[in-house]
């Protein structure tokens, strides 16, 4: 799985997880904010939604637990 925020030099994350899912669309991504999930623009296009957005500020267990989800067998 990858974890990784939105605001990111270079490249933010939701560019990044589309490119990331061109070239591995199956790979769980978990994407994390300040910013509410109302605020970012995913897009409605295929690969271009985290498997989980966490916002920001989240505890271990949260984090725990979304990535136990992500990376649990359907």
């Known amino acids: 799985a990858i974890v990784m925020d939105v605001a990111m030099p270079e490249m933010d994350g939701i560019e990044a997880m589309k490119v990331i899912r061109?070239?591995?669309p199956t790979i769980p991504i978990?994407?994390?904010s300040?910013?509410?999930e109302s605020e970012?623009?995913?897009g409605k296009e295929q690969g271009s939604q985290?498997?989980?957005f966490l916002p920001?500020?989240?505890s271990i267990s949260?984090?725990?637990n979304n990535l136990a989800k992500i990376l649990s067998p359907c």
Request: aromatic share 14%.
């Open 30 to 32: 978990l994407l994390s």
């Open 22 to 24: 061109k070239s591995n």
């Open 62 to 64: 949260d984090l725990q």
């Open 40 to 42: 970012l623009v995913f």
């Open 34 to 36: 300040g910013y509410s």
């Open 56 to 58: 920001k500020p989240f």
């Open 50 to 52: 985290p498997d989980v």
